[in-house]
């Protein structure tokens, strides 16, 4: 059994999404991203499974959430590339690393990239 509450502490709170012109607009990950469903509800989205992979070039992790409003289950893909660019300052420095969200239904059909975290 996973604790719903460990999992969500996995999951980033906001996303970023690049607006052309605009700059960056900052969105909640706490919502269905199914079609259809508005639930912005971080107390009806349960997590319920994670799973974590990663090769050379990427860790990533996948979140499984149930939404108690539309009753379905969608999953959030969180992709963090490797040394996406060397830091260029003191080498005690962490490599900078980015984060990529995406939105899969329940069959991983990719609902779309949301944003980067
Ligand atoms: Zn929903």
């Known amino acids: 059994m996973t604790d ?3 999992i969500r ?3 980033p709170s906001y996303a ?3 607006l052309a ?5 900052k969105i ?3 919502q269905c991203f199914l079609k259809n469903c508005n639930n912005e509800n971080p107390d009806l989205l349960e997590p319920f499974k994670k799973e974590e992979y990663e090769d050379e070039k990427r860790q990533t992790k996948e979140i499984y959430i149930k939404c108690k409003v539309c009753n379905g289950v969608f999953i959030l893909k969180l992709v963090t590339l490797k040394r ?3 830091s260029t300052k003191e080498e005690s420095e962490d490599p900078l690393a980015m984060g990529m ?3 899969l239904d329940e069959k991983k059909k990719n609902l ?3 944003g980067y975290f």
């Open 28 to 30: 909640s990950l706490d």
């Open 16 to 18: 970023f999404i690049a």
């Open 21 to 25: 012109r605009r700059g960056m607009e």
């Open 84 to 86: 996406v660019a060397k």
């Open 101 to 103: 969200v995406y939105a």
């Open 9 to 11: 502490k996995e999951i």
């Open 4 to 6: 719903p509450e460990e």
């Open 112 to 114: 779309g990239h949301i």
